[in-house]
């Protein structure tokens, strides 16, 4: 593993906060992959080897894996992102809007649009989940203090079991990295890494 991709696992400073542990169960959890995106690659870039093997992991064990993209294709649905990042938005129908092509993609995975921080808001990530029979997420991709702690947020206050890598998201600053995985820690979502992930999923 390179120093780019153990910068974002080998921190120490949210362990204490880390005091549940738990498996997820196969049959009944998704894979999150949010927003992997050429406008994000210069994170995604980093947690990419870490995040495909996340993926290789999961169809392994047929945990579907669901991909969000965020676009925004009109004012009417810029909300408060305009304002608070100056009108530096992803525009639909652009490069940058675009999934990164290194991830492990299959042609049958499922694609989720949104225009804000959850994954949730207004895009039937949650029906189609019950509908799937799922309880159970693990939250990967980018940014890991936005879009990916907003969605395990939300994930948790509507019922679903949340595990939070903390080696295949990342964000623009190590210090926001782990401020999240203190609070994920603390309250939202047990944590898992490719290493915990193979244990879990084949088991010697």
């Known amino acids: 593993m390179s120093s780019s991709h153990k910068k974002w696992s080998s921190s120490s400073s949210y362990e204490k906060y880390e005091v549940r542990n738990r498996n997820p169960n196969p049959k009944s959890c998704a894979l999150l992959v949010i927003d992997m995106q050429n406008y994000f690659s210069s994170m995604g870039s980093s947690i990419l080897h870490n995040l495909n093997t996340t993926i290789t992991l999961c169809r392994r064990a047929s945990i579907p894996v669901i991909f969000t993209r965020h676009r925004h294709k009109s ?20 490069e940058e809007a675009q999934l990164m092509t290194a991830l492990d993609r299959n042609s049958g995975d499922t694609v989720v649009e949104k225009s804000t921080y959850s994954a949730f808001r207004k895009t039937g990530l949650e029906e189609k989940l019950v509908e799937m029979g799922v309880d159970e997420v693990i939250v990967t991709g980018v940014m890991t203090n936005l879009c990916c702690e907003t969605t395990a947020r939300e994930a948790f206050i509507r019922g679903f079991r949340v595990f939070f890598s903390i080696d295949a998201t990342a964000t623009s600053d190590i210090d926001l990295h782990e401020a999240t995985l203190k609070n994920m820690a603390y309250g939202f979502a047990y944590f898992i890494d490719c290493h915990r992930l193979k244990q879990a999923l084949i088991p010697n």
């Open 75 to 94: 004012p009417s649905d810029h909300g408060m992102l305009e304002e608070w990042w100056f009108g530096d938005l992803i525009v639909d129908g652009t």
